[in-house]
Structure formats: structure tokens, C-alpha cells
């Protein structure tokens, strides 16, 4: 049953009981209030779905991306998708959530700035009787609809392959992502799983190993700045977990004179790291189609909004979704898969799917040396 903004099931129930618990109201009053609560519920067949969708930041460049196709494919069907932006801010969207409920959205897709933190939002909705979505970055909470997402383990091995193809041996780099993201944890869980049996042997040794808070670009270029001096330059690959953080290291190495020569791998393939790629400073990323995420988040959106259950999810546990055996319950996930891309790779992969456009990743490229239009 679909009721009006502001009429849940549980205050349908709760307006029933009251009014047969008042015996001193006739029957025709009686027959009155239920006619008018009937008449929301026919009034809100017909009203569209509201979608709340609550993202933690818009400075990665596939965020607001992903925000444009949720509303754009939420106009196609007639829902209405609300945007909100927290701007890396906990509190704020917490809060943002909390008003999204107030507003009578029917579901909200989150992703979250800080996966512990959202879990309070995540549970009062979920009391309120609104299911919620974590998008591609899990929230620690039994209380989620689902958790979709990219094979976020397969990710880490993904990068740690891309530079072992480059560099098997020597001194390395591991840059991580924004400790408040479950994801980091679980793509260097994927790099460590290929990195470790030569780290272990003596063939390769990690000579700094840190996380970029927020996954930001100016922070991966300090870091790396100090990791440098440190070392004293003395470097042979870069495990970086994402484009931005990459893109930031290369900064830093280019002071050095060392871009080009230090393998150093991303993710997103986003426009900067694709160019980045074929320019011959970053080595490879790793390719995850957005296209197939956001319409499925608005497919489950619109299914659970209808009370209905999406066939294709899978029941993990929080333990193995953030190896912390201290976390409890399960959650309906379902991954998609990933793809590794390099210099050689690119116009098959990422071009040619049309997530990226040829003119804008080989602009730089003098034209004998791209690869021919199909």
C-alpha cells in the first residue's frame, strides 16, 4: 500500500487503534475519518516517487557525474530525485538525511563521507521506515537495504598486477584512500593479497605506506612531497589507489624528475587519468563503469520504494565486508565487476565503450602517435 507524504504504515495502524479505542465516537464518525484517510492513500497512488540522494562530496569527477544520470534516468520514469551535497562534512549529512525523511522521500541512495558515522542516519531511517542504499561505499549498519558497489577487493588486486607487469622488485610506495572509506581498506586488502607473497620473500619493500584523507589531490601531493625527502627520491613504484591521489603523487615526482620512470597506478579512469595515461605518467588505471552502477541504484530505488525485493542481491557479512570481526549483522550487496587499464588498453577499453571521449584523452598526443579512429 502507498500512502501520502507524512502517512506511514505504522501511523495508519497507530490512527485505527485510536479510533477504535474511542467508543464515545459513533460509527458515522468513524466511517468519516476512514473515508478521509482512505482518501490519501488514492491521492498517493498517483504521486511520484521521491528519491533522496545524499552524496558526501563533489570534488572526485565522478560524483557529480553519477548525481546528473541519477536525475536524469529518475526524470525518465517520472521520479523525483533530490540531490544533496555534505561537502565532507559528517554531521551535515547525517542532518541532510534526517531532513530527507522529514520530506517524505520514499528511499535514499547515500554515499557516504564516513561509513561509521552514516550508520546513525542509516538506522533512524530505517526506524522511520525508509530504506536506504549505500552506494559504492558501504555504511557500517545491518539496517541497509543494500550495499552496491564495484569488487572493491578485485580493485586492489587489479593495481597491484598493473604494477607488478611494469615492476616486480624494489623499494615501494602504497598510497591509501580516505581512512573514513571502507572501500580503502578494502582495495589495499586486494593489493596486499599480490603484494604480500613478494614482500615476504624480500623482492619488494615497502618503504612508506600511508592514507590520503578525503582521497584528495593536494594531500596526496604533500604526502608524497614528504615520502620523497624520506627516501631521499630512493623509489621504484607507486601502489596509489585512485586517479586523484595518483595524479597528486606524479605531481610531486615531476619536481623530482622522476614521472615516467616510477610506475605508479589510479582508479575511476577519469579524463585527467586516462590523459595522464597515454602521456606516459601514470601507468595504468582501473576502469569501473558508472554507466551500470546509477541505473542500478534507481532500479533498486524504485523496486524497494514499492516494497519490493531486488532478485539479484547477495547477503554478506559486515565482518568480511570490513574485516572487523567486532561488527555484526549482514547486508544485501551486490559488485560489479572491473576492468584494468593501461596505455596499451585504452582506446579498446574506455574509448571505444564511450566512457571517456578520444579527442579530450589524446588532445595532447601528436596525431601519428594515437591509435587509429575505428
Not at 627516501?231 to 601502489?239: E, S
Request: net charge negative; hydrophobic share 45%; proline share 4%.
Amino acid at each position: 500500500m502507498v500512502f501520502a507524504p507524512g502517512i506511514t504504515i505504522t501511523n495508519f495502524n497507530f490512527i485505527l487503534k485510536e479510533i477504535f479505542a474511542m467508543k464515545k465516537y459513533s460509527i458515522t464518525l468513524l466511517t468519516i475519518v476512514l473515508f478521509i484517510v482512505s482518501g490519501f492513500v488514492v491521492f498517493a497512488a498517483d504521486a511520484p516517487i521521491k528519491i533522496g540522494a545524499s552524496f558526501s562530496e563533489f570534488d572526485i569527477e565522478r560524483w557529480p557525474r553519477e548525481a546528473a544520470l541519477m536525475t536524469d534516468l529518475g526524470n525518465k520514469i517520472g521520479a523525483q530525485v533530490i540531490i544533496q551535497v555534505a561537502n565532507h562534512d559528517v554531521k551535515l549529512q547525517n542532518d541532510q538525511i534526517e531532513n530527507m525523511v522529514l520530506q517524505g522521500v520514499d528511499v535514499i541512495i547515500i554515499l557516504a563521507e564516513d561509513g561509521a558515522a552514516a550508520a546513525t542516519a542509516v538506522d533512524q531511517a530505517a526506524e522511520a521506515g525508509i530504506p536506504c542504499i549505500a552506494y559504492d561505499r558501504l555504511i557500517k549498519s545491518p539496517n541497509l537495504a543494500c550495499y552496491i558497489s564495484f569488487d572493491n577487493v578485485e580493485v586492489g588486486r587489479t593495481q597491484a598486477r598493473g604494477i607488478l607487469k611494469v615492476k616486480d622488485s624494489g623499494r615501494f610506495v602504497l598510497l591509501g584512500g580516505s581512512p573514513t572509506d571502507n572501500n580503502a581498506t578494502l582495495f589495499r586488502q586486494g593489493q596486499m593479497e599480490i603484494l604480500q607473497p613478494l614482500i615476504d620473500s624480500g623482492q619488494i619493500e615497502v618503504v612508506a605506506d600511508q592514507w590520503v584523507p578525503n582521497w584528495s589531490n593536494s594531500e596526496a601531493l604533500k604526502i608524497m612531497e614528504n615520502i620523497l625527502t624520506a627516501i631521499n627520491n630512493q623509489v621504484d613504484a607507486v601502489v596509489a589507489s585512485n586517479d586523484g591521489t595518483a595524479l597528486g603523487a606524479i605531481q610531486a615526482m615531476k619536481a623530482q624528475g622522476l614521472t615516467g620512470k616510477v610506475p605508479i597506478s589510479g582508479q575511476d579512469a577519469t579524463l585527467a587519468g586516462c590523459k595522464s595515461i597515454v602521456e606516459g605518467e601514470q601507468t595504468m588505471s582501473v576502469f569501473k563503469d558508472i554507466r551500470l552502477l546509477t541505473p542500478m541504484a534507481i532500479d533498486m530505488a524504485v523496486k524497494f520504494a514499492k516494497g519490493e525485493t531486488p532478485e539479484e542481491l547477495k547477503d554478506f557479512t559486515l565482518a568480511e565486508l570490513t574485516l572487523d570481526d567486532k561488527l555484526k549483522g549482514t547486508v544485501p550487496c551486490k559488485f560489479l565487476k572491473v576492468v584494468g587499464v593501461d596505455k596499451e588498453s585504452m582506446y579498446d577499453v574506455v574509448i571505444k565503450s564511450g566512457f571517456q571521449e578520444y579527442d579530450e584523452v589524446y588532445k595532447d598526443i601528436p596525431e601519428k602517435d594515437r591509435p587509429p579512429k575505428d
